[in-house]
């Protein structure tokens, strides 16, 4: 794409002027001498391995920035950002000569370099061995070390893609690893980038080149296709793009008819595993392999070449696109039916709207005093560069909240490099990107952490029609909407909230909410997972006794537990399920061999058995314990059925499995004087009409009670959108049972969207 017509080895001085005297200051060109001049003395007698003199890569780096018309202080930067790592010229020195702007970019590159040269090697342990790095996390230093160097000066994304681009270039010059590892990190990285970027012929070149080296068998079979095809359509294309001349020509419109052929990693993505079958015949699937462009002066034009058009030639009114409108990409395009109806894709723009594709923000840098200007409005620019810079500033906030973690910071802003973006607006007609698949949430976190705290869905602005419709929290935004984000300061956040929130920035906000006002109930639900599962595995609750034996494993464990420091850390994280607890109990239950058998001893001599029911006695040692059938609470009426073995069971009167003891010898008169208990187990259960964050509002108005849950289960009907949820209480006895269930009882009742609570039992 920017290919000169020149191998490198021929490029000069005074090609380098002649490019940027196309757009700079004749001032400037003192400056570009000056750097050119260091570079070369500083670089005398070097090569690279492509037997080139070393100067040509800065040389041929500057005509490339030169070409998407970067500023003085870039093409000077680039001429000298291999001198501070590989010749004795300090930073301090640039600095001096060129400018603290020079400097910053140069800092920039180098570190970034010296990064990857380390991230290459071996790195040895303690004992001198060497150890294979983390792939995976080479990468992520990589694109944290990018990100942060262009939050000090976005130039430097913008040479380290030209320099990537060129190095891509001669890639046959290193070794088939080199290759391989150099073409997937500009897969990854630096061609998403270029696309962020606005970059377009940059990133389309990384992509082809990528494609050449990680699938080259692919590449050539799609090169022999491709080429093949071209020649078929050769005649039909001349006779398009004739016609289309003509008509802007008769039309009186000054128009400049482009052929523009679809790259090749693009007809990868779209024809897929067909290119692996033998079948040729899958070229012809693609009508838009080649496109025809109309380049105008004005936005006006547009629109007149597009009715010309259509007037010349019959339209699929489905394909017609309008971009013109919105930010990032502007252009309107048409596919119509010509030449006995073959299908052509037609795009209309002004030669500016062209340049903004072709070179993205780098087209636009000599506006950057004017975007840094918090007033500066950009009025008569488009809008695509004003969203570029917010992008950046975005980096800094994301730099800010994240600082401690590479890995959090990378997450971050991975969705919004690497992924495909859509354009809304706010009420007021500001402009915000989020990745494609966002929702009303995302929209709230990027906005104003309250915001999205608080958020209850968005109502959707039809200015057309003069109407609006209101769309759910896990709504789907769509590209040019009008959002008005709706909150309740009532409403919270809630971990159902992670399932459709897209941003990992609206995800970490939502997950250190929930780390912040839930630590309660996750230490609750914590307790009681640790609980059920040593009552399922070794037959005791948690005790006292028990959590020495944990506090133990804590001391004595540091790799499996190594995150926590207290009893209260792992009960939080089971309840979060950071900790699964039949990874805990794995190590935990070798420990208590002999303690079980000792505790359930203890707990029969002394009237109980293993905690699991509440219990009291009759007479002497006979065991007396509530059935969990149907849970009797104090002021039930009550039976006992007296089982030889096992003591006295207490039941609910009207209890249902009570029609299996019809023998009258086994029911035992009891009363609740005789019954000493130390908590009632309450199974309830409460109907609502299901809503986003029900379950988390039930729980916290239980857990504001300060009462325990032992199970907490839910299900959902989305026809109905009826919810069940199903919780068993724990009431302490000391307290006057009764007044506690009402009370809870009110207090639910009371809760958003919720129908009946109502005690469960069997009858």
Known sequence: MFNNHRTPSQLTLADLLAKTGQYLASQDAEKIQRAYALASEAHKGTSRCTGEPFIQ????VALLLATLRIDADGIVAALLHDVVEDTHYSLGDLQEQFGSSVAIIVDGVTKFDMLAQTSSTLKENGQGHPAVIDKRQQRIETVRKMLLAMVEDPRVAVLKLADRLLNM????AMNSAQQQNKARETREIYAPLARRLGMSLVQEELEDLALK???PEKYTRLVQLVKKEMERQRASIDLIHHKLQ?????ARIKAEVQVSQKHLASINRKL???LRQPNEGEMNQLYDLVSFRILVDTDAECYLALGHIHALWRHR????????????YQSLHTTVFCLEDQLAEIQIRTHQMQRTADFGIASYWHLQERVDREDTKLNGWPLSYYEMVNWIKQLREWQRELLQSADEFVEAVKGDIFQEQIFVFTPKGEVMDLPRGSTPLDMAYRIHTDLGDHCVGANIIDTGRLVTRFVPLDYKLKGGEIVDILVNSAVHPTRDWLSFARTT??????RRYLKTYEREIDLQLGRERLDLALKASAGIGLSEKIEQVLQALLDESPTLLKKYATLDDIYIALGRKDVWVENLMEPLLPRLQGISKLLSEASISNGTKNGCYRHGQVHGNMLVRQAHCCDPLPGDTIVGILHPSKGVWVHRSNCRLLR??????????INWLQIEASSYHVPITIIARDRAGLLRDVTAVVADAGINMTTVTTLTNASLQKAVISITLELNAAAEVIDQVERIFRRLRQVKNVVSVERAYQQ
Do not use: C, Q, S, W
Not at 169 to 172: A, G, I, P
Not at 505 to 510: C, L, Q, V, W
Not at 664 to 669: I, L, S, W, Y
């Open 169 to 172: 270039r001669t890639l046959d």
């Open 57 to 60: 890569h800065p040389l041929e």
């Open 272 to 274: 897929g595993d067909l």
């Open 246 to 250: 003509e008509e802007m020509e008769r």
């Open 213 to 215: 080296y990680l699938e």
């Open 660 to 669: 299996r003891h019809d023998n009258a010898k086994a029911r035992v008169e």
């Open 505 to 510: 920035t609206a995800r970490n906000k939502i």
């Open 317 to 328: 009114d489905v394909r017609i696109k309008n971009f013109i409108a919105t930010p990032g």
